[in-house]
């Protein structure tokens, strides 16, 4: 389905019916990274993806592609929808939307599910490497960055003996244009830090991680358990970064009991 937000055309998915949840991908990524959680759970909510400013069949706009303005345009979504609360799942970047959304519109929020990512913003050292990168695919295009990106986004196992989810990941990459990569890693070299705002999250949140996520380790998904309140953690055997995709049965197992406590 198509979509105009912010003078831009937005690709996005609505699923099902009842609770609302909106599905955020991870960089450098789009909307069908998410094609298990929608296929388990529009059974018992709606599910709502969207390709990310730039991504999948999205428009990119101007650069830097700010989480700020992701989230303005996940509002944006939501107002067309008629939806006026949702709960928010985030993966990676799509947590830096998320965490970005509840900042900008705390009401509009009624759970969160925070996967594989970080409230803090860049070390000096990240960002550094963040503006490499998006020099690097400018450069050298999509594919260069998958050569880079598809070992850190896999875990050990998915590496040894899923080739399948290897190829998948880099098919949505390579399908990216080298711009818009370029643009969000500028956009995530910006962003702001949200590790103040955990304190006054006072609806349920759900963190997952991947016990092989070399990007945002399993100490991370605790700082973020240890900042919210009553906050619970799940983490996931055998995956790496993208949880999600990697192990899908244990991730909406984890998904669908937090939905359905709600
Ligand atoms: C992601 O998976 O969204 C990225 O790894 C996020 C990041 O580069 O910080």
């Known amino acids: 389905m198509q979509a105009t937000i912010n003078h831009l055309n937005f690709s996005y998915r609505d699923q099902g019916n009842g609770e609302p949840v ?3 991908h991870a960089f450098p990524l789009n909307q069908t990274m998410w094609d298990e959680q929608v296929a388990a759970l529009s059974h018992h909510c709606r599910t709502v993806t969207i390709d990310l400013r730039g991504f999948g069949g999205s428009d990119a706009g101007h650069p830097p592609l700010t989480m700020e303005q992701m989230a303005a345009d ?3 979504l939501m107002s067309g929808l008629d939806i006026e609360r949702a709960t928010l799942v985030g993966l990676s970047m799509g947590g830096y939307v998320a965490l970005a959304f509840y900042r900008e519109y705390p009401d509009a929020v009624r759970a969160l599910v925070l996967s594989d990512t970080r409230a803090s913003a860049d070390t000096h050292a990240a960002r550094e490497r963040r503006l490499q990168s998006a020099e690097k695919a400018e450069r050298e295009g999509a594919a260069a960055i998958a050569d880079d990106m598809v070992p850190l986004l896999l ?3 998915t590496r040894q003996t899923r080739p399948d989810i290897a190829a998948r990941v880099r098919a949505m990459i390579e399908a990216n244009s080298p711009h818009a990569i370029s643009a969000a890693q ?3 070299a910006a962003r702001r830090d949200s590790i103040y705002i955990l304190a006054a999250i ?3 949140t759900l963190i997952i991680v991947g016990a092989e996520d070399q990007l945002t380790p ?3 998904a ?3 358990r240890d900042g919210i309140r009553g906050a619970r953690l799940q983490v996931i055997a055998g995956a790496g970064h993208l949880s ?3 192990r899908p049965v244990e991730f909406n197992a984890a998904l669908t009991e937090f939905i359905e406590s709600l």
């Open 218 to 220: 399993p100490t991370e």
């Open 74 to 76: 996940v509002r944006g």
């Open 155 to 157: 875990g050990e196992t």
């Open 222 to 224: 605790e700082s973020l």
């Open 186 to 188: 500028r956009g995530m």
């Open 22 to 24: 909106i599905f955020l």
């Open 244 to 246: 999600n995709i990697e």
């Open 202 to 204: 006072d609806f349920p």
